[in-house]
């Protein structure tokens, strides 16, 4: 089995019971997941796994989201420009600056 090289973890907020009620949620993280998908496609970033996840526990930073193994942990991520910025540095092997937190 090939493992990937980064795994990003977007979350989306959900709760035990599979609700997505949390902050993040509201904030439209789900929305950019299809956005995600296709600019890690367009860069041919094929060695990137992404997934949902519940509560990162930061949510005063929602939407946010974290790339592994860098552990690089990113927020306020509201545009298709922010998805854009933290994919080009990772791509480039760096974090995006700008959206880092903690
Ligand atoms: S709901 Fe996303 S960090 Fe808490």
Not at 50 to 61: E, H, P, R, Y
Not at 72 to 89: H, R, T
């Amino acid at each position: 089995m090939e493992k990937p090289k980064h795994h990003i973890f977007v979350c989306a907020s959900f709760r035990a019971n599979g609700e997505p009620q949390g902050v993040c949620h509201k904030k439209g993280s789900i929305q950019y997941l299809q956005y995600l998908q296709e600019g890690l496609s367009d860069r041919g970033m094929n060695d990137v796994v992404m997934s949902m996840t519940g509560c990162l526990k930061v949510c005063d930073c929602g939407p946010a989201m974290v790339v592994y193994p860098e552990n690089y942990w990113y927020g306020k991520i509201e545009s298709e420009e922010a998805i854009d910025e933290i994919l080009d540095a990772l791509n480039e092997g760096k974090p995006a600056e700008k959206y880092l937190i903690g």
